[in-house]
Every structure is written in structure tokens, then in C-alpha cells.
């Protein structure tokens, strides 16, 4: 029963690493916690279900359609509740994401009703066998496209010159200006990049749970922010690797323990992390802002 | 005085008499006032907007009928959030600023627990058209009333059924620790029954409202091989509960509380839902014409971009609820006149205290002793995708 335990961990896991490293991208170059993350991720599911019930979608495109929108959506987030924002308050940025969120959700709510939707059964899910273990073919999407998506990141941000750029923005994005680098270019692709994976996250998260309602964002957003906590501010493969140690810890807490606990558990994991190693875990040092 | 002066007083004195007892026989003022306090937003927001729709419908019913004795029917509706805390401001208002006669609401029974020994205070009607944990009502006499069945009255005759059924000798209960329902059925309501029936208990599992990943829960359960399962909370995360459940590959039997018997319950379970029992006085495919009628109403007036749904038993109690008042209004010649306030709302009182095979789309309702309510019960299964009755 362990090693299932353990699986049903790595596969809850792996749905939050999706979530998380879009919103530590943004958290590592911009220096922003976007709110706004947790509401393009319950957009992007809807649009995952509108694509598939109105216009018949399959999964695969259904996850590029959504991709697409809330990649749109974002570059609307960092137009209002980033790019006009005073940058002197620190926080400022921070609370028009949230106000974001709230237009969003009520938004969300009047479209589509507040009551919970599942995605619809023509989408196949298969069960496997591996050993003493079961898998549904949705996991293993997740979990592949959670590694690919970090890998193809990861890549992205070490080897081309558009991601260099994105490292000296994160920098030091004064200099980084100084040597030629359009911060508000950066800006925009950051966002881009950050809100596709929020609706590629959303679709998957939402079928493999089968709960799409308005207020999934949330609750997202608030692990995500553990999770970077947890992996260290900033750091994109910190965040994939914390993804799955939350999950972890969530499913074995509720195994062992009391399910009564569940957020109390990964709540209290950040504090000790808060206290004992502020950096996190993969964190080489605290960002200084 | 001449006699064509006398005849004039004579008739105008006529005149007047008809019309006084007219009016103290007839409902006065510009509306019927009736409150109505849903959880329009938070985690049962769908219950809410379930009965906002069957109060629409039965407020449009009513007037295009006339109204109450004649005067139009108004329903002030107040978003309570399904928090305890908000529904005290909104029974508040609703009483005092409001005036309204009656409160339809609250839905969950966390809301009931703290209003019920306010409407005591302030002296109202206030009528729960979901709450189910049993001893609410019996320990607030004499103005709360709850126009749905107790989980006791509901899940005795459907666990015995469900354990001839499918031949069960062991079982697990799980339940959603955060919702007073669901706790009360799984700690009061299950064990006494499946005790009497002779099931072993073999362990109580919990969740939380709002969980959306159950893969610890459902190996553990699957580790302990019971024939059946029971579950309290609410029809979404129950779906989903069985979802994981066939998904991990355990074919075992299901078996919910009243609130999960509802078509969210089937639509979010789809196949893997199939053999689902519960217990329920709601039976949406009773093939009873204004049942179906309502249905059809409802889906109607209920439709999203996305999903077109059938009511809950919410929105069936709660125009029941509608109608029962209307009745009690009508028949102990309420005035609705502002000084007499207390003694309309008395008569209210006494109309829900007296109910007795009131013919309401669920069926014949009364009120019990306690306030709770009495009359036919269902056990249903899921079959092709429908709740239908069990033989």
C-alpha cells in the first residue's frame, strides 16, 4: 500500500509542479506573486471544457487551445494589474493581481455558473498496472508534460538568447536596461510563458480531478506559493522538485494521519522551512529586493 | 330626513358593511412578503441557485394565478454565503428590516444550528428545505421547521435495502469531516443502523469539503476490502470519491447520504456512479404530473452555456415550502395589515406547527412533533444514468 501511496503523491505532486513553475518564473524575473495565476488556471480549465463539449475538441488540442487563450489572458494581467502599477510600493503589483483574480472569478461564476462540472466522458482515460501500483493514462500525462514543460524551460531560459535576457531581467533589471534588454519585452514573454503553463495545468488538473468550478484557482495559487517557498524564490526546478514533495507529503499526512489535516500539514511544512532553511530547499540565496 | 335621503344612507351604510368585511377577510397591502435566505455564493452555491430558481418559478405560478388572496407575492431573497456567521445579519434584516412572515432557508444544517435559536428570539417562522441531522429542530421549539426528512428517517430503510442488495457483512464509512451533516450521519445515523443490521464497521475514514484528490483515502480503503461503502457529504465530492474508487480498480458498493441523491451526483459520476444507492423523500423521475412539470420548468429557466441541470431536493422542498405558506396564509386569514405583524406571523406558526398530508410535489408532507418532517421516503438507485425506486 506504500507504494501506491507514494505514486498517488508523485502524480498529486506533479499536477502542483505545473502550476507552480509558471508562478515562480514570474515570482524569479519580476519579483511579483501573481495572483492572478490561480484565476488564468481555472480559465484555462473552462476553456479546456468549452473546447471539448462545444467544439469537439480532442485532449491534445484542447490543452494547445487553452495554452493559446491564457496566454492571451495573461498578457491582459500584466497589462492591468502589472504595467501601470507604481513599482515604488512593493506590494502594490501584488494586490492588483489579487483584485484581478476576484474580477475574474466573479466573471467566471456569471458565464459558467458556480456550481462544479466535471469534463465530459469522451475523453478516454485508461487505467494501468505497473506492478503492485495503478496509474490512469491522465497521470502519466501529467507527470510528462509537468517534466517536459520544466526541461523545455529549462533549456529555454539556459541556452537562447532571448532566455539570457530573461536572466539578466532577473538580475538586475536596471542594468540588464542599460545593456540593452527591453524589460517590457521581457515582461509580456515572461507572463506568456508563465500563463500557458497556468491553462495547460488547468486542463489537466481538471480532468484528471474531474472538478471544474470557479474557485479552483485558489486554493492552486496558495500551494504554489508553498511550493516556492518550499523550493526556493526564484528557482524553476526548485519548484518541479517541491511540486512533488508537497504531494507527497499531503497524501502520506492523510494516509497516516488525519485527512482533517491535510493543509494544515503542507502550511506547517513551509513554516519549519520558513525557519530552518529560509532560502529553501534548492535556494542558494535570499533574494535581495 | 326625506326618504330618498334615507334610502341613500341606508345603502351607503350597506355599502360600507360589505366592504369592511370584505377587507378584514381579505389579505391587504401592496405584497406578500416571504424571506428567503441562500447560499448564492461559496461552496453551495449551486444549492442556492437551485432554489432561487424554484422560488422564481413559484412566485411567478402564484401571481400569474392571482397571488395570495389576491395580493401579489414577494420574495426578498438575501445571499447567506452557507456561513453561520452571515446568516445571522441576514435572519436580522429579513425579520426586522424586511418584515418579511416567513424564512425559507437556511440549507445547510451549520446555518440552522445558529438561526434556529434566533428565530426562536425574534419570534418567526423560519423553514430549512435541506437541513438533515437529526435533534435540530426538536431542540428549538416552537418556530424553527425543516421541510426535508432527517437522515435517520431517510437511510434506515436504504442501508437495509442496500445491504440485501448487494450482501453485505462489512463496511466502510468516509465522511467530510468540515460539514455538520455529513458528520452527524456518519458518527449518529450510520453506525446504529448498520449495527442493528449486523455490519461490521471496519474503519471511518474522513475528507474535507472542497477536497479534490482522494488517492490516499481510496487506497486505504481498498487495502481493508469492506463489501460496501458509506459516505457522507456532499454529491460532488461523492462523485468523485467513486470516480477514484473504480479508477484504483475496488468494484465495491456505494451508498450516500439524502444530499447526495441528486442529478450533480450522476453527472459528475457518470458510468462509475451506476448501483449508487441513497435514501431520499426527493425523487426527481417520480412520474407525478406537477413533479415533472416543475422539471421541466427548472430546466428551462436553469440553463447555462454549459450545463442544463435538474433540481436538487432544495429546490423541490423549497416550492413546496412556497406553496405550504401560501395555503397557511390563505386558509388562517393572515391580514398582512403592519400592526398586526406578531399575530400573522403566530398564525404562520401555528398553520407549519398543524401541517398534516399536505399533497406538495414530494408527496403527502407533515410536520412532526419536532418541527422535522414526516411522510414517504425513497430508496433509489443509479440505473442507466437515473435514480430509480428500489422493489
Sequence with gaps: MLLQQLTNGLMLGSGYSLVAIGFNLVFGVLGLLNFAHGGVFMIGAYVGVVLIVIFKFNIYLAILGSMVVCSVLGLVVELLAFRPIKKEHHLAPLIATIGLTIIIQEAAIKVFGPETIGFPKTVEIQNFNLGPVRISSVQILIFSTSILLMMGLHFFIKLTKVGKAIRA?????QTASLLGVSIN?????TFIISSALAGAGGVLIGLNY????????????????????LGGLGNVTGAMFCGLILGMIEVLSVAYLSSSYRDAFAFLTMLLILVIRPSGLFGLRIHER | MSKRCYLLTIFLFVTWILHASFATAQVSGRSVKMGAMLPLTGGMASWGKNQQIALEIAREEINASGGIGRVPLEIVTYDSQGDPKEAINVVKKLTQIEKVFIILGPTTTSECEVVFPLANQLKIVIVSPTSAAPGISGKNRPWPFRNSRTSDKKMDPAIKKWIDYYKIKTAVIIYDAKDALAKSEATLVYPPILIKYGIKILDNLTYVTGDIDFSAQITKINHLSPDGILIGGNPVEAANIVREARRQGMKQAFIGGGSTCTADLIRLGGKDVEGFFSGTHVWIERPDARMQKFVKNFM?????????????SGAVCIYDSVYITKEIIEKAKVTNRPDDLEKDREKIRDGW???TDFPGITGLTTMDKFGDGAGDNYVLMVKNGEFVTVK
Design chain 1, 169 to 173: 531581467t532577473a538580475e538586475d533589471s
Design chain 1, 210 to 229: 474531474n472538478s471544474v468550478h470557479p474557485f479552483i484557482g485558489m486554493n492552486m495559487v496558495l500551494k504554489g506559493f508553498v511550493i516556492i517557498l
Design chain 2, 353 to 355: 406547527t398543524n401541517l
Design chain 2, 300 to 312: 428551462d429557466k436553469g440553463k447555462t452555456i454549459l450545463a442544463g441541470q435538474k433540481p436538487d
Design chain 1, 185 to 189: 519585452q521581457i515582461t509580456v514573454l
